[in-house]
């Protein structure tokens, strides 16, 4: 290989250097490409994550819209509200514990 060969080389292979190094760091480079990427991931998760939440909420609205059952255990739960037939048990709390006290045992009817 002569001089002129080698400098040839030389200087190919340090541009290819130089290329290589500009694509990495310049702004639009592999730095930006691999923070993108990561972004995109993160971004896919919470994605996927509010999909979920959606589909709930559409299944909940049609359950308020078509189970009165449904509708009923949630004024139960969140206003406290009965039925006509039902029966509501209020204990008093021990003051000694701070909590209810246990209803008293069950005793069977006579027959």
Do not use: C, H, W
């Not at 760091?25 to 971004?43: A, F, M, P, W």
């Not at 969140?78 to 037939?85: A, F, H, P, Q, T």
């Amino acid at each position: 290989m002569s001089v002129k060969d080698s400098l040839v080389m030389t200087v190919v292979v340090f541009g290819l250097f130089l290329l290589l190094l500009f694509i990495a760091l310049e702004d639009r480079g592999l730095v930006t490409y691999l923070e993108q990427s990561r972004k995109l991931s993160r971004i896919q998760v919470q994605n996927q994550a509010l999909e979920e939440e959606n589909a709930e909420l559409f299944r909940s609205i049609e359950r308020l819209q078509n189970d009165m059952g449904y509708v009923g255990g949630i004024a139960r739960r969140e206003l406290g509200m009965v039925s006509k037939d039902e029966v509501i048990l209020r204990f008093r709390k021990d003051p000694s514990t701070d909590r209810p006290q246990s209803p008293p045992p069950a005793v069977e009817p006579l027959r």
